[in-house]
């Protein structure tokens, strides 16, 4: 193995895609809270923790999972050989103490919002992961988190509640569509997820009503006067496709969460527009 190899590999373990797109959600915490003039360095800080602590998220989850990955994901950096499984889990400590540093310059409540997450991102694949239901809807959280994580870090967190719920809800959708796409190596390593422990088709209803839920709360932000008429004409069109992989979700698993993820990709640049909106007159 070619450090070049090794160093891709070790890229891949944190899913960079997953780590600029928390790191994006961090921000719009802050953002929608109108803080990033105000506190620029505490903002900086809690995007920098987020991506740290995803990274570390995503590397020891590839750690712990390289078993199962050699079923579900044999073309991912452990089970392929470019990583090893022990640099795998120093590379995801490295990252965890540069998040737990970072986190410690901010305000309380921050702090706070860090400590649960970092300890949730170590307990996740190990406690969580096989427990029906539990497992997602702790991704959830953490997914949505990160929008109270951004706001908490310039002391303001009220908007960020309801984007909180947003993402979160669309994430357990997605993750449950993941664990039916992922049924074989789950089962195979007795992992008891929601797809396993209900039956596949009645888990797939389940996400599918979550999702519908966050669709039809998804003008919330607005209605509240968090952002301008703007977000609407973002928003509806990721509703729009968010809901379409619900719907495929029943045919073809692997399709709809990849399709769910652009769509709440789509939501997230509408919570920026949304607010951005609200600094532009008559907009
Ligand atoms: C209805 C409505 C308006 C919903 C809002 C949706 C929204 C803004 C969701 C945010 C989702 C997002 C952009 C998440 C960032 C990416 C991330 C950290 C995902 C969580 O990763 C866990 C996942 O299981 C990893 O698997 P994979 O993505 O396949 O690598
Ligand atoms: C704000 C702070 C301090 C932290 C943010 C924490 C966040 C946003 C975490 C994002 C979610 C995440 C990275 C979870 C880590 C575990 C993970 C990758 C779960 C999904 O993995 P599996 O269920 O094993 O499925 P795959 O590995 O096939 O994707
Ligand atoms: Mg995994």
Redesign the pocket.
């Known amino acids: 193995m070619t450090a070049g190899e090794t160093g891709r590999g070790l890229l891949e373990l944190t899913?960079p895609v997953?780590v600029v797109?928390?790191s994006v959600?961090t921000f719009i915490g802050a953002f929608v809270a109108g803080g990033v003039t105000e506190e620029p360095v505490a903002v900086a800080a809690a995007v920098g923790a987020t991506a740290l602590a995803?990274g570390a998220g995503n590397a020891i989850n590839d750690y712990f999972d390289r078993e199962i990955d050699r079923i579900n994901r044999p073309e991912r950096a452990i089970p392929r050989g470019a990583v090893s499984p022990r640099g795998a889990l120093a590379f995801s400590i490295v990252l965890f103490a540069g998040a737990v540093v970072l986190a410690l310059t901010l305000p309380p409540l921050a702090i706070a919002i860090a400590t649960v997450n970092l300890l949730a991102l170590i307990a996740y694949t190990e406690f969580f992961k096989g427990l029906p239901g539990l497992g997602n809807a702790l991704?959830a959280y953490l997914?949505g988190s990160t929008f109270l994580f951004g706001a908490a870090a310039v002391e303001e967190i009220g908007p960020a509640v309801v984007l909180f719920v947003?993402?979160a809800v669309?994430?357990l959708t997605r993750?449950i569509i993941?664990d039916v796409e992922d049924i074989e190596g789950d089962r195979e390593e007795g992992l008891n997820t929601l797809p396993i422990a209900i039956g596949e088709r009645r888990a797939l209803v389940v996400a599918a009503v979550l999702l519908v839920v966050?669709?039809l709360a998804?003008p919330v932000p607005f209605l509240r006067g968090y952002f301008g008429v703007p977000y609407l004409l973002v928003?509806a069109p990721?509703?729009a496709v968010?809901l379409f992989a619900a719907y495929e979700s029943f045919d073809d698993p692997t399709a709809s969460q990849s399709r769910l993820?652009y769509g709440?990709?789509l939501?997230?640049l509408a919570?920026i527009v949304g607010r951005g909106a609200l600094e532009v007159p008559g907009l």
Request: hydrophobic share 70%; glycine share 0%.
């Open positions: 899913r997953n797109a928390a959600l995803v991704v997914v947003l993402a669309a994430t993750e993941k966050a669709v998804s928003v990721a509703d968010m993820k709440m990709f939501a997230a919570f």
